[in-house]
């Protein structure tokens, strides 16, 4: 079988990369990723030489390199997970999310549509996407896979745009889809422009915590290698035409995570207690933020039997670790040093 992972040098298609490509040996696994800030090869070391796998830089709003690719791989799965995927740069750019989340998955689809030519059978086309197109929650209630849509930013505004072209083409063309909307993810390799890898940087170098608004938001936070083993289950035994909600059970308010983060790394840091909350700060709000989001993963869990393998406190643990076991990777990526590596490699 040969699969397209897109996005797959990014946060979470790297975890899946490496996940499909040491789980399935006689698969071929294509890693698609334009190499923007988010996607980093760094992420991938560990496995660049399985001869299962192979990296192509290319970007999805490229319809004939893609329908090129297309026809060269005959691709028999795609996992879409490229995307532009930051609410604040949404904010200040928001027909660059235009481009990468609805363009480019519209051109992934004609491209799939075209290789095939209705004869789908053991093809998938699988859409990653977030809890984000949902809106926001009051104190009460939970994400489920039939909550109506209401997103607020234009970042959800493009994501739920994409789930939607994906399910009509379901409909129109009969192309087999399933699509995943996912809670925060968090764990290794996280850009650090994300609040858990920001914070633990910040702590690190003693820089300020900064909180939006009073801190009350409340996030479900979802590790991401258990992400990961979702989209394997998902592809693999997922039903067509399905959505699936993946979440952690784990909602946090913001200013308790923070708070959590910096106790967990005053200790291993060896630093006294409370030192690192000292740089919390409370900045304005942004435009459009959603008070709460929350997922009901029951029907994954009861229909693939899925369910996280870590608490949040044991997760974020893992996490913290993990930075300061590669403080190497992270200065690469404040510095933009991984950047300048790839770009004489690939261009």
């Known amino acids: 079988m040969k699969i397209l992972?897109?996005?797959?040098?990014g946060f979470i298609g790297s975890h899946v990369v490496r996940r499909l490509v040491t789980t399935y040996p006689n698969y071929k696994i294509i890693n698609l990723d334009a190499l923007t800030y988010a996607g980093n090869l760094e992420?991938?070391?560990?496995?660049?030489?399985?001869?299962?796998?192979?990296?192509?830089?290319?970007?999805?709003?490229?319809?004939v390199f893609i329908d090129s690719l297309f026809f060269k791989y005959s691709f028999d799965g795609i996992i879409h997970l490229a995307a532009e995927s930051h609410v604040d740069r949404s904010i200040t750019d928001p027909l660059a999310f235009v481009k990468t989340n609805v363009i480019g998955t519209v051109n992934l689809l004609n491209s799939f549509k075209s290789i095939w030519k209705d004869n789908f059978d053991g093809k998938r086309f699988y859409h990653v996407s977030t809890d984000e197109v949902y809106g926001s929650l009051g104190k009460t209630g939970l994400f489920t896979e039939t909550t109506a849509y209401d997103p607020n930013s234009p970042y959800s505004a493009s994501k739920a745009s994409s789930d939607h072209f994906v399910r009509a083409y379901g409909e129109t063309y009969g192309l087999p889809y399933v699509v995943s909307n996912c809670s925060n993810n968090y764990g290794p390799n996280h850009f650090p422009e994300k609040l858990i890898p920001l914070f633990i940087n910040n702590i690190i170098q003693n820089k300020l915590l900064p909180v939006y608004g009073d801190g009350n938001y409340t996030r479900d936070w979802l590790y991401v290698e258990d992400h990961a083993r979702a989209i394997d289950l998902i592809f693999h035994k997922g039903k067509n035409t399905n959505t699936y909600n993946i979440g952690g059970f784990n909602e946090w308010k913001n200013i308790d995570l923070v708070k959590l983060l910096c106790k967990q790394m005053d200790k291993k840091l060896g630093r006294s207690a409370g030192e690192s909350e000292k740089l919390i700060t409370y900045v304005k709000d942004r435009p459009g933020h959603d008070l709460r989001y929350a997922i009901d993963a029951t029907k994954i869990n009861t229909e693939l039997g899925w369910e996280p393998s870590v608490t949040f406190e044991e997760g974020l643990a893992k996490t913290i670790d993990w930075y300061l076991a590669n403080q190497d990777w992270l200065d690469h990526v404040t510095s933009g040093d991984y950047q300048k590596y790839y770009e004489k490699q690939y261009n």
């Open 5 to 9: 992972v897109t996005g797959g040098a």
């Open 43 to 63: 992420n991938l070391k560990d496995i660049e030489s399985f001869p299962n796998y192979t990296f192509i830089k290319g970007d999805i709003t490229d319809a």
